[in-house]
């Protein structure tokens, strides 16, 4: 029942920006961590940014200072904005969220069906 839906990917030209948006349901259901990974063609999946409940947030070393994730609580979403884009962030960019399941009894992870960011030169 837990789902995880990204939006607002898209073709950009070199410098420009986006902002990504992943949306939780159900409203009620609350994540551990919660952040972004990407994935370009051949290469393997990286962690971009997360944010914890307690609000500490990291970045990885290729987009610190450019991009910045954030979340609003009372629309359960968190957000993506991606600055001074470069080619090299293109990539399919993915919502996780950590969360403890009861049903397996240890912690899960949650994943979107992911959003196509292409960056032109």
């Known amino acids: 029942q837990v789902r995880l839906v990204e939006s607002g990917g898209g073709l950009v030209q070199a410098g420009k920006s986006l902002r990504l948006s992943c949306a939780a349901s159900p409203n009620t259901f609350s994540f551990n961590t919660i952040g972004w990974y990407r994935q370009a063609p051949g290469k393997q999946r990286e962690s971009v940014a997360a944010i914890r409940r307690g609000g500490s947030i990291n970045y990885a070393d290729s987009v610190k200072g450019r991009f910045t994730i954030s979340r609003d609580n009372a629309k359960n979403t968190v957000y993506l904005q991606m600055n001074s884009l470069k080619p090299e962030d293109t990539a399919v960019y993915y919502c996780?969220?950590?969360?403890?399941?009861?049903?397996?009894?240890?912690?899960?992870?949650?994943w979107g069906q992911g959003t196509q960011v292409t960056v032109s030169s």
């Open positions: 996780k969220g950590r969360a403890y399941d009861s049903s397996e009894g240890m912690e899960s992870d949650y």
